[in-house]
């Protein structure tokens, strides 16, 4: 997911931090773009996660209330 060649929707820029929950996503955060990817178990990009509060995504924790 996200190397050379991979679709356009699926490149990753600047990944900087990740965690993989027990569901089997990955959530990916991109320094440059400000966002987070949501990744599948079957690495089809689910959802992208943005916001102003996102400049610089860098570090990852999932809490499950």
């Known amino acids: 997911y996200g190397g050379e060649g991979a679709p356009d929707d699926q490149q990753l820029r600047w990944p900087s931090g990740f965690v993989l929950v ?18 599948s178990p079957d690495h089809k990009s689910m959802r992208v996660i943005t916001s102003p509060a996102l400049q610089h995504a860098a570090t990852i924790a999932v809490v499950e209330e």
């Open 22 to 39: 027990p569901d089997g996503r990955i959530f990916v955060s991109e320094a440059q773009g400000a966002k987070i990817r949501v990744i």
